[in-house]
């Protein structure tokens, strides 16, 4: 049975964030990626609400936030509004955990608001040049975007989240459900589209050389059967940040959080208490 994680709402600048807390410790914030929200974490905050203050959100745009398209959805903006939204809730500091481009948003958290985090960890994140992926960047044509509100339906969404899972097996009904909740309305589509459209690979190229000085310890998680972001991401931030570990999960797919829930969490685990 589907359950939206997120119970609670704020208003930042204009937009109603949906989000959820629970478990006690260290904050820690958890930032999904575009084509999902945060029912992507539901199955990893078993290993780590008995250990951490769990901080889930719904970007503007996506689940249960509010769907307005008059400011576009960058990653530069995202990145901003989670900045308000933590000092809302009088969040101290905290860890940052950030998948697909969410793990964009928190390379760009990291640069700009340092002294906010211990540290950030980045799952099958975009970085540098090596992304938009093709799909997204044919969003960007607007024949493309038409075609795609009038077609888009759960078969061809299904295709897409069974490609990203490397245990097939999960790709269960209630799955889909999650993925379907956002896309089934006009307005969760629009919102996507939005999102899509306004993803610019330069709001991470502009912050390399702060992104390579960076002093924060650094995890990165690299399921490496992900078939939509290249392996060569994981590599090139491994070679330049300074203080980062890096870890493969051979049997990860795109949505690792699905595939490898327990090895995700216990790699954060011993990431933060080893640093």
Request: aromatic share 10%.
């Amino acid at each position: 049975m589907m359950e939206h994680l997120t119970t609670s709402h704020c208003d930042i600048e204009g937009h109603q964030f949906a989000y959820f807390v629970r478990g006690q410790g260290e904050p820690l914030l958890l930032v999904h990626g575009i084509s999902t929200y945060s029912f992507i974490w539901r199955k990893v905050l078993p290993f780590l609400e008995d250990r951490y203050q769990l901080i889930g959100v719904d970007l503007v745009g996506c689940g249960l936030s509010s769907k307005n398209l008059d400011q576009p959805y960058s990653i530069k903006r995202h990145a901003h509004l989670l900045q308000k939204f933590l000092q809302k809730l009088e969040i101290g500091k905290f860890h940052f955990v950030g998948h697909d481009v969410g793990g964009g948003i928190g390379q760009i958290f990291a640069v700009n608001y340092p002294d906010m985090l211990f540290d950030l960890v980045v799952i099958n994140s975009v970085a540098y040049d090596f992304w938009p992926v093709q799909p997204i960047i044919a969003m960007r044509t607007p024949i493309v975007r038409q075609l795609a509100m009038a077609t888009l339906d759960m078969g061809a969404l299904r295709m897409i989240v069974r490609r990203g899972l490397y245990h097939k097996e999960n790709l269960t009904p209630e799955l889909m459900e999650y993925f379907w909740a956002q896309m089934k309305s006009r307005e969760g589509r629009k919102a996507f589209l939005h999102f899509a459209a306004s993803l610019n690979n330069q709001d991470l190229l502009e912050i390399t050389d702060q992104l390579h000085r960076l002093e924060l310890p650094v995890l990165i998680i690299r399921g490496d059967a992900d078939p939509y972001l290249s392996g060569a991401i994981a590599g090139k931030l491994a070679r330049n940040i300074p203080n980062n570990t890096l870890i493969k999960i051979p049997t990860g797919s795109h949505f690792i959080q699905e595939d490898e829930p327990q090895q995700i969490a216990a790699a954060m685990v011993d990431f933060f208490a080893g640093k």
